[in-house]
């Protein structure tokens, strides 16, 4: 159960945080 969780989390930082970049990339600019 515990590596689901982490899995999950894994997943979702990896889908987040490119999105969060590039937004930040585009306000830059």
């Keep these: 159960i515990c590596n689901a969780v982490l899995a999950a989390r894994i997943m979702n930082a ?9 937004n930040y990339y585009w306000h830059d600019e």
Excluded: G, N, R, S
């Design 14 to 22: 990896t889908l987040v945080l490119p999105d969060l970049d590039a």
